[in-house]
């Protein structure tokens, strides 16, 4: 069972908030805040009581556009915790879901808040919970006995990696970043590419290129963002670069090739 803090300056919408959270049977108490600056106290007051009693918080709902410090701050100042409770952000904005993900939370629920949706969301706090609270496994144990028997399968093994939200149909899915084979720029959109398919979310593609850098994302022209190890061929022809990436194929702009073909010599030789 849960003991909540929901945090939003809106009055209207923290009430309803409230009322959805304890609505929900896992939820055994949901407290308001309406500033960062109160949530903050009463999250450090319960971290100091050691999360005993009524007064502990297992997660937060926190909205990210608040006055003062907003809720990606709050979320940054709740990282430097030991033991700090769970994040779930409730927003109205869908820019900052590669942030929030970044920071950590379990969830991303858009407003106005569903019913079913936010039941969702409090689901992957008990899960997360619930496995944060078993027994590790003993360190003289084969390694390989802890390890799904689907992790023995042909095929891409996605369940140590990070996740980014998509929305479909109102619906919330987590795509694993190594999924992605490469991201096309649609407007202020993204398109998401994988084996399965695609998915579009709101987000600059030069707001990706920057935060997927390290994960071995290089952009090769204004529009793609390419996986480097997803890249099966790279094809010069009269004074033209493509790469194919699985069945598509793609431009690679003049401003791009050299490093393009640098980065796939040193990703060769590993």
Same mark, same amino acid.
């Given at each position: 069972?849960?003991r909540?803090?929901?945090v939003?300056?809106?009055k209207p ?5 409230l ?7 896992r939820?055994?108490?949901a407290? $308001?805040a309406?500033?960062?600056?109160? *949530?903050l106290r009463?999250?450090t007051r319960a971290?100091?009581?050691q999360g005993?009693?009524d ?12 006055? $003062?410090?907003? $809720?990606?701050d709050?979320? +940054?100042?709740? *990282? +430097? ?7 779930v952000?409730?927003t ?7 942030q929030?993900f970044?920071?950590? *939370? ?8 569903r019913r079913?949706?936010l039941a969702?969301a ?5 899960d997360?919970?619930? &496995? *944060?609270?078993e027994p ?8 390989a006995?802890?390890?799904?028997a ?5 095929g891409?093994v #996605?369940s $140590?990696? =990070?996740?980014i939200p998509v929305?479909?149909?109102?619906v &919330?899915?987590?795509?694993?970043i190594d999924?992605?084979?490469y991201? =096309?720029?649609q407007g ?7 084996e399965e398919?695609s #998915?579009?979310?709101r ?6 290129e920057?935060?997927w850098a390290?994960r071995?994302f290089v952009r090769?022209?204004?529009?793609h963002l ?13 004074? &033209?670069? &493509? ?10 702009s003049?401003?791009?090739a ?5 980065l796939l010599m040193?990703h060769?030789r590993?």
């Open positions: 069972m849960l909540a803090l929901a939003d300056d809106e919408a923290l009430e309803e908030l009322y959805l959270l304890r609505a929900d049977p939820i055994t108490s407290e $308001g309406t500033d960062a600056t109160d *949530a009463r999250i971290l100091d009581a005993d009693g007064d502990g918080i297992d997660v937060v709902f926190l909205d990210i556009h608040m006055a $003062g410090l907003t $809720g990606l709050v979320a +940054r100042l709740l *990282a +430097r915790f030991a033991h700090p409770p769970l994040i952000f409730v109205a904005h869908e820019g900052f879901a590669v929030a970044d920071l950590k *939370a379990v969830d991303y629920v858009l407003k106005p808040v079913e949706r969702e409090v689901r992957r706090v008990v997360l919970a619930r &496995t *944060a609270r590790r496994p003993q360190p003289d144990r084969p390694a006995a802890h390890l799904p689907a992790s023995a399968a042909p891409p #996605h $140590g990696s =990070e996740q929305e479909l149909g109102g &919330t899915r987590f795509v694993p999924a992605i084979t991201v =096309e720029a202020d959109y993204a398109r998401l590419h994988t398919g #998915h579009l979310v987000i600059p593609l030069s707001t990706l920057e935060r390290s071995g090769i022209h204004r529009s390419v996986a480097i190890a997803r890249i099966d061929e790279l094809r010069l022809d009269a004074g &033209t670069t &493509t790469v194919r990436v699985g069945s598509a194929e793609l431009a690679v003049r401003r791009h050299r490093q393009l073909r640098e040193r060769a590993r």
